[in-house]
């Protein structure tokens, strides 16, 4: 803001007390009378009411809003006192706002809003002010300007050019409304200043307020003086440290630093490292070695250097190429998961022949949690005689954790793969990313994106790390990555990576994992080795069914935990403990059962059948229900279901109306009833097209009023021609529909291939039927009468004939 030099040349009236003017609302700025103040306008509103003071008379009311984030603000979110403004000079800018000059002419209170569309007009009242000086305001216009020029020496904000014009004003109300426009107040304060009327208060007002200023900039200039009188106090410590350097170099001792920097060279010189990082290296030490050790790179170029020491370039271990060893080993740590360890069988027979010509394998183990993948990676370190490291990436949301830092940041590191790396001492270790399918991305880049450089066969070779900036061979490191779900993976980290499933474990593998590794490692961590109780079988098959319901064996292992600890307090406190946990003991030990042995429905019934999900736990079944209520016809879908699960509801519900015939419905029945869809367990999220037939099989049941079997499962997607196409996660959905009692399971006939992945026993305990058609899938499902049979064969004839 600026007194102005004269007053804008237009012909105006303020002799009216009261008037209706067009409103501008202005942010985190107060205009002052008599003061030429420029102004932004962009808001749509504000531009109008701008273009219509310019239409009329050129005059507007500016008020300050109370909240500057309020985008519309009403009556209540403006200040009382506003300035009556002349608009001077306008120009447009690019971005569509306008740039305008403003010059206040008086203060004004604002009555009422008399107009908000399109543009704010309100009703203000002219406030008037006594001129007249006396020698009360004389003396107090002194004191101001004597406080004003302080300020003005001290603030570098405000130019000296603004105290020559505060002399030359005569006015007490002017001189009040000159300094508060220029000087850094809050907005507070200086609408203080606008709301009194009286030049003599307003004048004790900023008096007061200059006064609190004068403090706060005062004692900054003291606190700058200090900081200037350290910064001499380091410049002739600096002076000192090098005269005493030369000093000690006559007398040909060695400082601290240069016994460091003979330490590095001699590491440097031991080190085994590639030509183009000791050149790097070499260059460092010599910038260190011309520094002073007060400067403030040398830690910096000092912590470099050690990194560059430390890790391994060069160093390997050596493999373990004997595969009835290797293979000894992983079966001894790890039971089934026969495609991993055939993987690793196969990496030792083509290391056997082509030796340092083959490429490492990025391995990517894909399954439930508690199969075994992250101690799978631990075993296969183990059996190849390689070093382990492993970083979790579940939650990163940074580059840098990746690619490390530049050094340019205070306190700048390498990334996790490197920082992994120097721990592992060689440059072959067994590197396992746990979690890759839990990594995100925000505005600090993404780290999965990051990754495809260290994953990538023909690129991992000169890996490049943000703070090393050197490349770093990789290229020998077997990464393997662990991931629960394989979507969530980005198509381009997806594709370097060979995929190894683990699907979930049946029962009669849970009780050979428990016999051989879970009971014998808990009884040894809980102090039972010399008197180990024994777990019968119906024992560990009522924990796995009636107390954990899962794809592996994490909970098991954490149930059989819990009865060790029971039995050792008893020993604890002198008591006997059984030799043998039995079934009926396990209601002692823990609790009441948490799940059913069969979670499948208890009966057949009409409007609900059972579909199959594939989860991060493996698989479960998943009911749905079908409810019909007298209404318009209108579907209302429940649980959760997203986008493409109701695309495939309303694809089930086409089908059905389209066939409606052949299953006896009426079309009156999709006119007079509402449909209400639900699958439960609400608060879960649901999606994917593989519960198509199923949602078609409970329609089918609650219109035609036929029974479902309870005891079948299906999953299958459906088109609106009542084919069945196929679906993912077969092997996940079988073991789940196993695990859950049922006795048959309907699948889309395309993914019969997929059922070599399916264990042989569970295949001979479950009937598997294969469909292509809805049709089959009704007649496997559905409990049909035999007067609703005839009804419907006669209705097929009519629809023959009509054919």
């Not at 007009?121 to 020698?135: F, G, I």
């Amino acid at each position: 803001m600026m007194p102005p030099e004269k007053d804008f040349d237009l012909d105006l009236d303020f002799d009216e007390q009261e008037v209706e003017l067009p409103l501008l609302p202005v942010r985190d700025t107060v205009v002052f009378p008599r003061m030429l103040t420029p102004l932004f306008v962009g808001r749509e509103r504000s531009i109008q009411a701008l273009d219509a003071a310019l239409n009329e008379n050129q005059q507007l009311v500016v008020v300050t809003q109370r909240d500057p984030d309020q985008e519309d603000p009403e009556f209540e979110d403006l200040y009382q006192f506003g300035t009556e403004v002349v608009v001077g000079r306008m120009l447009k800018m690019p971005d569509g706002s306008n740039n305008i000059l403003v010059q206040g002419h008086r203060r004004v209170e604002l009555l009422e809003m008399v107009q908000e569309e399109p543009y704010p007009v309100v009703r203000v009242r002219r406030l008037s002010e006594d001129s007249e000086q006396s020698l009360s305001s004389d003396a107090l216009m002194r004191a101001v300007l004597a406080l004003f020029e302080k300020c003005v020496h001290l603030n570098r904000n405000v130019p000296d050019d603004a105290y020559i014009a505060a002399m030359n004003i005569d006015d007490p109300g002017w001189l009040a409304d000159m300094i508060a426009s220029v000087m850094d107040f809050d907005i507070e304060q200086r609408q203080q200043i606008l709301d009194t009327a009286d030049p003599t208060t307003r004048l004790q007002r900023l008096s007061i307020i200059l006064a609190q200023e004068l403090d706060v900039l005062e004692l900054e200039s003291k606190i700058q003086d200090q900081v200037q009188q350290e910064v001499d106090k380091g410049q002739r410590e600096y002076f000192l440290r090098e005269q005493m350097r030369v000093i000690q170099g006559e007398l040909g001792e060695l400082d601290l630093q240069s016994s460091d920097i003979n330490e590095l060279r001699e590491k440097l010189a031991q080190a085994k490292l590639p030509d183009e990082v000791r050149a790097k290296a070499e260059k460092e030490l010599a910038r260190l070695a011309m520094m002073s050790p007060a400067a403030p790179e040398v830690g910096i170029i000092r912590t470099y250097l050690d990194w560059i020491i430390d890790l391994p370039w060069v160093d390997a271990t050596k493999d373990s190429t004997n595969m009835a060893q290797v293979a000894n080993v992983l079966n001894n740590n790890h039971f089934g998961i026969p495609k991993a360890k055939e993987r690793i069988l196969e990496h030792i027979a083509v290391l056997q022949r082509a030796g340092d010509k083959m490429r490492s394998p990025i391995l990517c183990f894909v399954g439930p949690p508690g199969t075994g993948k992250t101690s799978l990676g631990r075993s296969i370190a183990e059996a190849l005689g390689r070093k382990f490291v492993r970083i979790s990436l579940g939650g990163i949301r940074d580059e840098a954790e990746i690619r490390g830092h530049r050094r340019t940041y205070i306190g700048a590191l390498p990334g996790r793969i490197i920082q992994s790396m120097r721990r592992a001492g060689s440059v072959n270790p067994v590197f396992m990313l746990d979690e890759i399918d839990k990594v995100g991305a925000d505005f600090r880049g993404d780290p999965s994106a990051a990754l495809l450089e260290a994953l990538d066969p023909e690129q991992n070779n000169s890996f490049s790390d943000h703070y090393l900036e050197l490349p770093y061979d990789l290229s020998k490191v077997m990464f393997i990555t662990t991931a629960n779900l394989l979507y969530p993976i980005p198509p381009a980290l997806r594709d370097r990576m060979e995929v190894i499933e683990f699907s979930g474990y049946i029962e009669e593998e849970k009780l050979s994992i428990a016999r051989q590794f879970l009971i014998p490692r808990q009884i040894e961590e809980h102090g039972l080795s010399d008197v180990p109780p024994k777990f019968a079988d119906s024992a560990l098959q009522g924990i796995i069914r009636e107390y954990t319901y899962e794809a592996g064996v994490r909970n098991l292992e954490r149930e059989i935990g819990r009865i060790c600890r029971k039995l050792t307090r008893r020993l604890a406190e002198g008591k006997r403990i059984p030799r043998t946990v039995t079934r009926q003991s396990l209601a002692k030990y823990l609790g009441p059962p948490q799940f059913t042995e069969q979670k499948l429905l208890e009966q057949d019934e009409v409007g609900i059948a059972t579909g199959i999900a594939y989860t991060e736990a493996g698989g479960d079944i998943m009911p749905i229900e079908v409810a019909l209520m007298p209404g318009k016809g209108q579907l209302t879908l429940t649980g959760q279901l997203g986008e493409v699960m109701q695309e495939s509801v309303q694809a089930a519900l086409s089908f059905i109306r389209a066939h409606a015939a052949d299953y006896g419905i009426k079309d009156e029945a999709f006119e007079n009833n509402d449909i209400h869809l639900h699958v439960p367990e609400g608060a879960i999220p649901k999606d994917g097209p593989s519960a198509g037939i199923t949602t078609a099989t409970a329609l089918v049941s609650a219109f035609s009023g036929y029974k479902v079997r309870h005891t079948v499962a299906m999953t299958g997607e459906i088109t609106l021609r009542g084919k069945v196409l196929p679906i993912g996660g077969l092997k996940e959905k079988i073991l789940a529909a196993h695990r859950a009692g049922i006795l048959t399971v309907i699948i889309p006939a395309k993914n019969e291939k997929d059922l070599v992945d399916v264990p042989k026993k569970v295949r001979r305990e479950l009937e598997i039927i294969l469909v292509d058609t809805m049709q089959q899938v009704l007649d496997a499902a559905l409990i049909v009468t035999k007067q609703k049979r005839k009804t419907r064969r006669k209705s097929e004839k009519l629809s023959t004939k009509n054919e």
